[in-house]
Structures are given as C-alpha cells and as structure tokens.
C-alpha cells in the first residue's frame, strides 16, 4: 500500500524550499526580473554573506583638441559591487503528533503557500524601498495620473534618448491600476489583435517588447513639508564644489511667496525638478546623454542627502545624494565626464537664477533597462544548526539559493523546520527612473 505523504511536515519540508525559489524566482516582480548573474562573488572573513561584483557600461567623454596623450580618459573597468547582508527566514514549528499522525491540512496547499508567500514579500518590499534610496531620475509628480500606455511609451523612450538600451527591461505598474490602463488602451482602434487580448484579459503585459510588473510591493514615498506646499519654488543661490570640482551642495532660496519654514521642510531623499523656462533667454537645463556630447529629453532632476528644517531665513544648504560634473568640475579634472547640458545659473536674485521644485506624496514605481537592478541570493554555507540536519538547495536557472534546517526536540515532542537565505540588490541610476504614481489610485467614475 501506498504511503500518503501529503500531511508529512517532514516529507514536505523539502517541496517547501523549492517552492519558495520557484516563486521568487517566476511570480515576484522585482526579483523575478533583475540581473543574477554577478561576474564574481568573494567571502571576506567575518561577513555573513560575500561580495559580489557586476560590469557597467564605459563612460567616456570627447574632447574639442587633439592633445589625445595629455588628455587621455583612463579606461577604468567599471563595477558595480555590494556585499550580501539581508537575511530572510520562514520558520515553523509542529508537534510530534502533527508529524506523524496527520493532524494537519495537507502541507503545501494550506500551510506552504502561506510560507512561501511570506518569505517573498520580504525580499520584494526590501527591493522595492531602494527604488528610492538607489535611482535619482524620475518622471512624473505625484499628482497627475499615468494611466495610458502613451505616457509608459514616453517614458521608456525617454531613458533610451539617455542613452539605455532596451534589452532586458521592464517596467514597474501599480497592479490596482492595470484596469484603468487596459480601458485606455482600448481607445485605439487601429490594433484590433492587441485590443482583442487586452480585451479578454483585462491586462497590458507589454509596452513593445519591455513587460509590464505588477510586484506586490510598490512602496509609497511621503516628502517633506516643502514638497507638499502649493507654492514650493526655490532658487539656486550658491554652489559648494569638492578637490575635483563637482558639486555637492547646493544653496537654495525660497522663491517669492513660499513662506514655508519649520521642521521636516525637507527630507533625505526628496526629489527636486528644474523648472522650465526658469531663466529668460537661457536654455532649460537637462541631463547629457549617457555617452557623447549632447543633451538628452530628460529634465534635470537632484535629491537631498540631507534632513533640513528651514528656519526664519530665507535659504538653506543642501547635500546632493550625487555629485554633478559640469565645465567647471572638467577643467578641474578633464577625466571626468560631464553630466548636465549647462552650467546651473546661480544668482543672488531670483529672476538670474535656476529654479527648482520639490515632489510631493507618491508611489514609487520604476523603469528599468539594460541590466539596471542587480540582484544575488547566494547559498548561505556556513551555517550548521545544533542537533539538526541542513541542505542547501540552488535552482540553477536562477542562481537563487535556500537553506532547509530540520530540529526535533525529544524533551519537547516538537520540531522545528525552517528555511531561510542570504539576499540583496541594488539599483543602476544610469540606467533606471523612478516613476512617480500618485498615493492613491483615481476612482473609477461610472455612467449614470
């Protein structure tokens, strides 16, 4: 006769791991979708877990001489590198009765879903918060709605006119809101296949060949005092620049009318906007294309490094989370590759200087492309538990890796299975924005 396994924790304890790499690694959004295949990964003594290193894209800038010797870019491999230091657990304990007697539901349709659903939520929301913390170009406010598959069109080609390349990207979609985007995309006619699978799924998986995710987390961002102000210009006023020239604070003054002042007025990691046409006669300020000598579409954009709380005057002095290379910082260092179309206009008096403003409440969805979120969940080897057993299970098409870690307790009657791993990814801001959603979805207005 046949043994039923299907409530044996112990049996299923094994299903459970594979589960949960099967579904960070085909129904989580973020994880699902980044780049796992790092070109080496080094343990360093007393780290948990080890480093792990991925190639960028050169960068190089040209030149107006032919002095090449002098002036010759060093051809520096660029690597984008972190070490792996989040951990994630899925702990269960069970009686003895409960392991041999059946006195449970079937393991994995009542009890191991839950398990694996938890265990990836962690890891996605984890990535989800450094959409703020790693990417500083953005498109969009937070208030005005993106819900039609023009603006998602737009802004892809907007971040390929910087310089990305389509190949492996996607992008990051409230799930609450693909209805809405399904019902505008029924608006164009002359598609009729495409109209007809949107139609009877209700869903837009892809914009071109770039997929449209809709992960379980998607982090909302609650700016400062400031950005929530109707009337939240500011001005440039001064510039503090480091050894190589680049700038790394700005001064900013309130603009005519803004009287906001206290504490939180900005946050580390607001975002900020030039203004267009916030000089007379002077050409808007955007960023340079990734590579060569021209301007891109994209407007420039910074965020704070710094908490402020503005007092009685009218201006405040702010970190910049990135440096900005301009003419001035290249004649300092001509290796250095210039990042904006201008100089910023910096002036005592509002009318002579760059203008900015500040982003309120949002979400944060994102865009990614070429390679732009990096990712690693390498097998955690070093751990033995006491009195227990251990296996490592790596699903190859992936490269994520889960512990199992089985305990029986005799003085208790009990054990205990838990399968855990070892995680983290960042973000590439040369090739990722954030999109800016509003905090809450518009309602859908029916007819009467």
């Not at 737009?154 to 992008?171: M, V």
């Not at 029924?186 to 914009?207: E, G, H, M």
Request: charged share 20%; with cysteine.
């Amino acid at each position: 006769m046949a043994t039923d396994n299907s409530k044996n924790i112990l049996f299923n304890s094994q299903l459970l791991v594979k589960s949960i790499i099967g579904q960070l690694r085909l129904t989580s959004g973020w994880l699902a979708h980044a780049d796992k295949t790092p070109q080496s990964m080094h343990s360093i003594p007393g780290q948990e877990g080890p480093t792990v290193y991925y190639l960028r894209q050169f960068q190089f800038d040209s030149q107006d001489t032919l002095d090449v010797e002098e002036n010759a870019q060093n051809m520096v491999v660029r690597t984008f590198e972190f070490s792996i230091d989040q951990k994630v657990s899925v702990p269960v304990s069970y009686s003895y009765e409960q392991i041999f007697n059946g006195q449970v539901m079937p393991f994995m349709e009542y009890i191991g879903k839950s398990l694996v659903e938890a265990g990836s939520a962690r890891v996605e929301k984890y990535i989800a918060n450094r959409v703020g913390t790693d990417i500083t170009k953005f498109y969009g406010n937070g208030v005005d709605k993106i819900d039609n598959l023009q603006t998602l069109s737009r802004i892809k080609n907007r971040l390929k006119d910087f310089g990305a390349t389509e190949q492996g990207s996607f992008i990051v979609y409230p799930e609450t809101m693909m209805d809405t985007l399904a019902q505008n995309s029924l608006q164009y006619s002359f598609a009729p296949k495409r109209n007809d699978q949107i139609a009877s799924t209700w869903d837009v998986p892809y914009i071109g060949n770039v997929p449209i995710v809709t992960p379980s987390a998607i982090m909302p961002w609650y700016s400062g005092v400031l950005g929530n102000t109707t009337d939240n210009k500011v001005f440039l006023s001064n510039i503090t620049r480091n050894t190589s020239g680049a700038i790394t604070h700005l001064t900013l003054s309130k603009c005519s009318g803004v009287t906001v002042s206290g504490s939180g007025t900005v946050k580390v990691g607001d975002l900020f906007q030039t203004v267009d046409a916030g000089v007379s006669g002077a050409a808007d300020v955007k960023f340079k294309k990734f590579n060569g000598d021209l301007s891109s579409q994209w407007p420039f954009q910074f965020k704070s490094n710094s908490a402020i709380n503005i007092g009685g005057g009218a201006s405040f002095t702010m970190e910049l989370a990135e440096p900005i290379i301009d003419s001035v910082a290249k004649t300092t260092d001509p290796r250095q590759v210039v990042t904006i179309s201008r100089d910023l206009l910096v002036s005592a008096t509002e009318a002579s200087a760059d203008k900015f403003t500040c982003m309120p409440n949002h979400r944060k969805c994102a865009i990614v492309m070429s390679k732009g979120l990096l990712a690693a969940m390498p097998a955690l080897n070093n751990y033995n538990p006491t009195d227990g057993t251990r296996s490592v299970i790596t699903d190859p098409e992936s490269n994520i890796s889960m512990t199992l870690a089985r305990k029986l307790y005799a003085m208790k009657n009990s054990g205990m299975t838990s399968v855990f791993g070892i995680y983290d990814a960042r973000f590439v801001n040369d090739t990722c924005a954030q999109i800016l959603m509003p905090l809450t979805d518009p309602a859908i207005v029916t007819g009467t």
